[in-house]
């Protein structure tokens, strides 16, 4: 391991949340919850002033609507979050060649690699500085953590949260650990750390104490000697530019062809279990299983599904790859079989970027129910307002609709650079009213970082100049 803190790690703050925040100035300060609006919605993420009232992630939508009646919730804008995603990873690759995506908001970078930093205080000023940086050309904050490896970079923006900036020290980093919960390690997900809680193992410091051979035996092989190296602070990975894995796979090929059916289930399930081993090794869930099968001659055929959301529960993994199978025809022998999971997300919640797209507003908080929900087709004009996207409208201009419902649309008229805005209300088929792209978070005419004024030059009209 290296022995300067010269891995860093961003992540940003409420991410969709504090993008809507700062394009809504009515929402600045106030709690904010984005997700699903429908029956089956989650909570994508919410601002940290929802969250004092218990909200987080991944929480069905009408639970969160108990517990934070008064908030503003919205419709995820997946197009502003991406561009504003790129404008922050641009950001980074400034820095350093090595930078390495996790998520939208999230990135691994080695300073050292881009001669950005070579000791603690180098690196130190170059996270201030991307903060800073952050800050002028999004309007928005990020938690950075610098430490020697990948793992305590990340346990160290953690710590950050929100708004802040840790460093670890090297050498300091087993105490430091030690307390912590077996949870905070990557590839510790729910499963795993139930499965310890049952052997006694609750903190970092007991993985540590417990010893290898005994991981090794709670969790296999290559999840237990992982894990063991992670607690004792061990943990080599590079930062690599592209994401190494895009998907995890494992296959077997036979010396004898197998004809018998039932056998072929047996091996298939036996695969998805090795590759759900491999995947939850890594810290890694995927949305798209995929089997593969080689006929006894040579003809190849791949199947793959996609779920909801991502997983890394066996169990469901066994379960879709044996849907998988029941269409293809191996009769006549198979030669090779494979099952992988591509699709690959560093979180196991619900993914909500497949499922809140279609969702609309409505009044009435809906409950999520126990038994299987209808999916409800939002009538045309519903879908056409949903909660938190932006319109324009012919005389009064820039606004964001605030809510719909029973044939009527309330819409707040204001921009990210403007006063909070009034409230008007109109029929949802108003001519005069119509969906719009949404604005860039910071006024067009900034100046970068250090250099030049970017974007239209002159007087901007009614937008804000921000200082640099
Ligand atoms: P996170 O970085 O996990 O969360 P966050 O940025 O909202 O808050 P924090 O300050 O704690 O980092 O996720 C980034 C974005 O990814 C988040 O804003 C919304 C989305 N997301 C989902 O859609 N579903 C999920 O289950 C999670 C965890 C995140
Ligand atoms: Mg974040
Ligand atoms: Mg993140």
Redesign the pocket.
Known sequence: MRTAPTILHL????????VEQASKPSLRGKAVV??GLGPRG?????S?EARVFGVH??MPMGQARRLAPHAAYLV?RFEL?RSISEQVMRLLRELSPLVEPL????AFVDLEAGQAARDADSARLAGVKLRADIRTVTGLTG?VGLAASKMLAKIASEEA??DGLVLIPPGTERAMLEPMTVRTLPGVGPATGDHLRRAGITTVGEIAEAGEDELVRLLGKAHGHALYAMALARDERPVVAERETKSVSVEDTYDVDIHDRVRVGVEVGRLADRCVRRLRASGLSGRTIVLKVRRYDFSTLTRSETLRGPTDDPAVVREAAARLLDSVDTTGGVRLLGVGVSGLAD?T?????AQAAGDVSEEPAEEPEAGPVEEQAPSPAERRWPAGHDVRHAELGHGWVQGSGLGRVTVRFETPYSEVGRVRTFPVDDPELAPADPLPLVSPVVRRPGGEPVGPSGGGGSARRVAG
């Open positions: 992540d940003m703050d409420a991410f969709f949340a504090s984005v997700g989650v909570v994508a993420t919410c940290y992630s991944a995820p979050y998520s939208l908001d999230e938690s949260k929100p979180y919640q619900e993914d909500l970027f």
